[in-house]
């Protein structure tokens, strides 16, 4: 099943979301075999490959209908994520960091809950602008290398329905 996030009601959306889960883990054997190959032979223009597909996906995708990475996981705040949206809140990091941030089982900064205490009721950033790494590559499917992020991948196919679609088109033009 492929989802296409540009559909106008909200009904069609939560369809999406909540069929999502199901889905990916249904593809997750699939998927995690055909990864492992992939890392055995990575293809020579595998970045080029996905480039193309996650270009292509996120054309016909307004992540503003869905928001379910901001809805439901929380960022990796690096250290120079925490100094660029406290300056940007006009917070000292120590206060941005006790007011918003935890310290999860990795040793990494991570929100103090879910949803996303910077995302409003439109689905909108407020800290767009100066938003972490890890939410401006969110769901990393254009990333260099990209057959070493394949465990992560495997999560993001859960959570981002255009992360599902990229993976079933690469499945389909990369057949190893």
Do not use: W
């Not at 209908?65 to 250290?79: E, H, M």
């Not at 909108?124 to 100066?130: E, F, G, K, P, S």
């Not at 939410?135 to 999560?155: A, G, M, N, S």
């Amino acid at each position: 099943m492929f989802y296409r996030i540009n559909e106008k009601t909200n009904l069609r959306m939560n369809t999406i979301l909540n069929n999502l889960p199901k889905e990916a883990k249904d593809k997750h054997i699939e998927n995690k075999k055909y990864f492992d190959k992939l890392k055995k032979k990575t293809p020579k223009n595998l970045d080029y490959i996905m480039e193309d597909l996650h270009i292509a996906e996120f054309k016909k995708t307004d992540c503003l209908k869905c928001a379910n990475c901001c809805k439901t996981t929380g960022p990796l705040f690096t250290d120079a994520d925490i100094e660029r949206v406290s300056k940007y809140l006009r917070q000292k990091p120590k206060k941005f960091i006790e007011q918003y941030l935890r310290i999860d089982e990795d040793r990494d900064y991570v929100l103090q809950s879910v949803p996303c205490t910077f995302l409003d009721k439109e689905n909108a950033c407020l800290i767009y602008d100066v938003r972490p790494k890890a939410c401006r590559e969110f769901p990393h499917t254009d990333r260099k290398k990209f057959q070493q992020i394949t465990d992560l991948t495997l999560k993001n196919v859960a959570i981002c329905p255009a992360a599902f679609n990229i993976v079933e088109e690469m499945k389909k033009k990369l057949i190893l």
